[in-house]
Nanobody, 128 residues
Framework: QVQLVESGGGSVQAGGSLRLSCTASGNTYTSKCMGWFRQAPGKEREGVAI????????YYADSVKGRFTLSQDNAKNTVYLQMNSLKPEDTAMYYC?????????????????????WGQGTQVTVSS
């Protein structure tokens, strides 16, 4: 089991920045893959940015490439999502997610079904 605790959401005007943090505790073997999904009202939860520790560079959804950057501090079991040039369409609940790793998640890193553990979410609101 792993527990995920998120922080850093908030409200910002378009063009602004926010940084999200997610810390994993418990059996960190089960969090080889960590990253962020988001869900806007009335929409499906979608993958935003994921890193598979020791395997690959972060994966990003096309909608956030060039604006969002995922980084990690392995000593703290923490991942960060730096969000720049925010747009109103980035407004959503952002969820941290973790998975043990494996061929499935390596093949489909942004697929919701690959993740076993979820944080409670942190709201990001971008006003125009």
């Amino acid at each position: 089991q792993v527990q995920l605790v998120e922080s850093g959401g908030g409200s910002v005007q378009a063009g602004g920045s926010l940084r999200l943090s997610c810390t994993a505790s418990g059996n960190t073997y089960t969090s080889k893959c960590m990253g962020w999904f988001r869900q806007a009202p009335g929409k499906e939860r979608e993958g935003v940015a994921i890193v598979y520790t020791g395997v690959s560079s972060p994966y990003y959804a096309d909608s956030v490439k060039g604006r969002f950057t995922l980084s990690q501090d392995n000593a703290k079991n923490t991942v960060y999502l730096q969000m720049n040039s925010l747009k109103p369409e980035d407004t959503a609940m952002y969820y941290c997610a973790a998975a043990p790793g494996g061929l499935g998640v390596a093949s489909y890193p942004l697929a919701r079904s690959m993740y076993d553990y979820w944080g409670q979410g942190t709201q990001v609101t971008v006003s125009s």
